[in-house]
C-alpha cells in the first residue's frame, strides 16, 4: 500500500492513462444464493475496492459485467452496487439514453437496495437521470463536509467486520474526507422526496445522500470512495457498505415504509 503523502495522480487522470497501478479485475461468479449483486466492468481506479470489503464484512455477493444485466434476475437480490469509475460502456449499459435501467429502477421501488457510487459518470454520463429523477452534476473538489454527523455511515455504530469502518472525523488533510485529488467529483439536483443529506461538498452542494423510492433504498454519491480506500483512506467505503448490509436487513424484516 503507497504512503497517503505519495498520490502524485488524481482521480481525474485515470481515464487519461496516467493511472499509478492496475489491479485484474477480482469476479466472483453467481451461483443462485447471493444476496448482493455488483455489476463491475474493471476495478475502480485500478483497486479492487469494493470487492476488498465485501469480503473483509463476509457479504455473500457475486459479480455481473453491465452487459449482463437484462440475463439476470435481479429481484432475487437484496442489493445491487454500483462501483465509481467504470468505462464509457458500463454507463451506457446501465443508463441507456441517459436515464436508469427500468429493471434498476423496478428492483429499489419493489424493496430492494440500491448503492452507487457515481463517480466518473459525471464525464461518461453526463446529467443522466437516476432512480426517482434524481440528476447530477459535474464538478471536482477536494473538500467535503459532513452535513449529518449523526448519520450511521458517519458514526460507524452499525456491526462492521474486517476492521475497516471508524467514525468519519473530518479532522484536515487526508484524515477522512478532505484532499484526495478530488474527494469528489460532482453534486446531485433534483432530489427526490425524503431525500436525507450526509456529505457536502465546499460549497454546501449534497455529494453523498440517501433516499426512500417506493418499497427500497438508495445511497448514493459523488465522493470517491475507491480511490480512498486504495489509498489507505479505507473508513468511509466500509462505513457505506456495513450500513448498507443494515439496510438489507431491515428490509428482510418488512421494515421499510413505501413512499409514493
Known sequence: ??????????????????????????????????????????????????TNELQAQGVNFCTI??????????????????????????????????VILASIEDFVRNGGVLSANLAWAESSAAGATFVGGLRYQGDYTDYNNIANSSHPIITAALPCFGGNCGQILDQGYRNDLDGWNSSSHGYFTNL???????????????????????????????????????????????????????????SSRGLLVEVE
Open 192 to 250: 427526490p422526496a425524503g431525500t436525507g443529506v450526509i456529505l457536502v461538498d465546499g460549497q454546501n452542494r449534497p455529494v453523498m445522500i440517501e433516499y426512500p423510492y417506493g418499497k427500497g433504498t438508495v445511497v448514493v454519491t459523488f465522493s470517491t470512495v475507491e480511490w480512498q480506500y486504495g489509498y489507505g483512506g479505507r473508513k468511509l467505503l466500509a462505513n457505506e457498505l456495513a450500513y448498507q448490509s443494515y439496510l438489507v436487513r431491515r
Open 65 to 98: 459485467s453491465s452487459d449482463q444485466i437484462g440475463s439476470i434476475n435481479l429481484s432475487r437480490f437484496k442489493e445491487i452496487i454500483i462501483p465509481s469509475a467504470q468505462f464509457d460502456n458500463y454507463y451506457a449499459n446501465i443508463m441507456p439514453n441517459g
Open 1 to 50: 500500500m503507497k504512503s497517503l503523502n505519495s498520490i502524485k495522480s488524481t482521480s481525474k487522470d485515470y481515464f487519461q492513462g496516467r493511472q499509478e497501478k492496475i489491479q485484474a479485475l477480482t469476479v466472483n461468479t453467481c451461483t443462485g444464493n447471493e444476496t448482493v449483486l455488483l455489476i463491475q466492468d474493471n476495478p475502480s481506479w485500478g483497486y479492487n475496492s469494493v
